[in-house]
């Protein structure tokens, strides 16, 4: 065979190959690591978090090729974010960005949201203040439509 | 880059010989076998040609025994339901054993709907059936019992003369799906007591578009195809000649090549397994040690915290062609029934890729798996893998060689993910 076929789409086979952030972060603020229900595989994401920002982040994941290049896909998106950006990821980002994802693999995908999100509750679970900020605003959000009304 | 093939039981490539026979009927001799003049009867007498090869393969008393389908699963389906419903006055029982392969299942299944019922007969930890079990199983409304003759998941070659023994003494029709068997072990109908079988030509190097279902004369048989009297009233559609020719030609090769195929394939996949069992720690082999309990080209492995599509992709980009059991590949997100049925952890079943030999698997190309997946594929994926690292943290345990240290993959999943894993 010469031509070189592929099961997923380049950009998901590139991250399977070549993944990004691949690791664990020694001194990490937050750790998440959660299963798929689905089909029993787990993925771990840990965070570096600096003044409410994502500094680092780093996966490691036990599952198919796609929940590996959903991992390394959202590590990549998910720096720089501040922690109030990241609680509001969503899995399509990264279907996204990996150029989609054959429907039976999506959950693959919300593996990584959720990896994430459990990192960030980790996080905020340490640290309480930052935790209760975090509420404020949106709070504050969810309160404002009522205030532009008045 | 090298490239290994080792999915034969997925598929093979055409013999040379079975390809040139072929030829000949795609536009010279195109005739339909059904029609009476010079076109028709050339079509004929090839087809009988084809006929007596594969009776020739099977040991079949005689080349009327064997009919032409489209393919093994449409000869399962025949099988089963054809002798269902010839025989549905006497009974409406059957016996199976559960890692039949989906053609089987589910065409049982489809009858249960319609009224019939099933025993489907537990195998132990190796795949293997017991015969006394089917033995229990039938009943007075038995019609039909359905043991293959290797297991296409595992290898596992079952004790298929003793069950037929069985049936023969029972009065009941015995059906071996010879799928992943025909062409590279010995079959012999008459002494395995086989009312019916079946099996693929393109499992052995004949082409695809052609299935072969074998039935004694005794055995009571209906149409599941409704149409024309083609193939003695058993299937009725035009015949696909070329391929029944082709399959004729890869049946003669296979038996007069039966031993030689046999002894390489036996001894390359102990080569294979040996190798990787020296060489990556916390793997193991599902089904029967390599041996007289086992077809000879065949392996499935689990190889420990690390997930069998990811070994399947990772074995492809290093041009090496594999299956895997792994929920990840299938499209229902369930691992391989047989690996269930087996008691396989779960861990180990979502590791599990399967290797099969063919005739022209070389020493190097084992040498070249040996050492890509030990050297490459395993380290790479146990790298990305939080559970290696949580496994030599003590956090996690191994199902192959426990350390008695950490919990189980199973029950870490459920902790982390909230929810047992299925
Ligand atoms: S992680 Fe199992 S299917 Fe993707």
């Known amino acids: 065979m010469s031509e070189t076929y592929t099961l997923y789409g380049q950009t998901v086979m590139d991250h399977f190959m070549n993944p990004r952030n691949m690791g664990d972060l020694p001194d990490a603020d937050g750790v998440g690591e959660v299963g798929a229900a689905a089909c029993g595989d787990i993925m771990k994401i840990s965070l570096k978090i600096q003044d409410g920002k994502i500094t680092d982040a780093r996966f490691k994941t036990f599952g198919c090729g796609s929940a590996i290049a959903s991992s390394s896909m959202a590590t990549e998106l998910i720096k720089g974010r501040t922690v109030e950006e990241a609680l509001n990821f969503s899995n399509q980002e990264v279907v996204d960005a990996l150029g989609g994802l054959p429907p039976v693999k999506i959950h693959c995908s919300v593996l990584a949201e959720e990896a994430l999100k459990a990192a960030l509750e980790d996080y905020l679970k340490k640290h309480p203040d930052v935790a209760a900020k975090v509420k404020e605003k949106e709070a504050a959000r969810s309160a404002a439509p009522e205030t532009a009304n008045a | ?422």
């Not at chain 2, 419903?85 to 392969?101: D, M, P």
């Not at chain 2, 299944?109 to 489907?120: H, P």
């Open chain 2, 1 to 422: 880059m090298r490239r290994v093939y080792l999915d034969h039981l997925s598929a093979t490539p055409l013999l040379p010989e079975a390809f040139e026979a072929m030829k000949p009927y795609f536009m010279e001799a195109f005739g339909n076998a059904a029609s009476l003049h010079q076109y028709g009867l050339r079509v004929r007498d090839a087809l009988a040609k084809a006929r007596s090869q594969i009776a020739a393969l099977v040991n079949a008393e005689s080349a009327e025994e064997i009919f032409f389908t489209s393919d093994g699963t449409e000869s399962a389906n025949l099988a089963i339901k054809g002798v269902a419903y010839a025989n549905q006055r006497r009974g409406n029982h059957l016996v199976v054993s559960e890692i039949e392969h989906p053609a089987v299942l589910n065409s049982v299944e489809f009858l249960e709907k319609q009224g019939f019922t099933c025993t489907r007969v537990k195998v132990d930890s190796e795949g293997f059936v017991n015969p006394e079990d089917v033995r229990a199983a039938i009943t007075d409304k038995t019609i039909l019992v359905a043991v293959h003759h290797v297991n296409h998941d595992i290898g596992t070659l079952e004790p298929i003369r003793e069950i037929g023994r069985i049936c023969a003494e029972k009065g009941v029709p015995f059906y071996v799906d010879a799928e992943a068997s025909a062409g590279w072990l010995p079959i012999d109908v008459q002494q395995m007591g086989a009312s019916l079988l079946s099996f693929s030509p393109h499992k052995f190097y004949g082409p695809k578009g052609v299935g072969v279902l074998y039935r004694n004369k005794k055995a009571r048989l209906v149409s599941i195809l409704h149409g024309g009297v083609q193939e003695g009233g058993r299937r009725a559609g035009t015949e696909n000649v070329p391929a029944i020719v082709g399959a004729g030609v890869a049946a003669e090769v296979a038996l007069r090549e039966l031993n030689q195929r046999f002894a390489h394939t036996a001894r390359l996949q102990k080569k294979l397994w040996e190798g990787l069992k020296a060489n990556v720690p916390y793997i193991k082999l599902n089904g029967p040690e390599p041996g007289p309990r086992r077809a000879p080209h065949t392996l499935n492995i689990s190889t420990e915290f690390i997930e069998g599509e990811g070994q399947l992709l990772m074995c492809d980009l290093n041009g090496i062609a594999v299956a895997s059991g792994s929920s990840c590949v299938s499209k229902s997100l369930k691992i391989s029934h047989v690996l269930a049925a087996i008691g396989l952890d779960h861990a180990l079943a979502q590791g599990n890729i399967i290797m099969s030999l063919g005739k022209d698997t070389t020493d190097e190309d084992i040498d070249y798996v040996v050492q890509t997946f030990a050297k490459v594929v395993v380290p790479k994926l146990r790298n990305m893998s939080p559970m290696w690292d949580e496994f030599q943290r003590g956090i996690i345990d191994s199902v192959i060689s426990p350390t008695g240290r950490g919990r189980s993959f199973t029950e870490h999943a459920a902790a982390v993910s909230g929810k047992p894993a299925h």
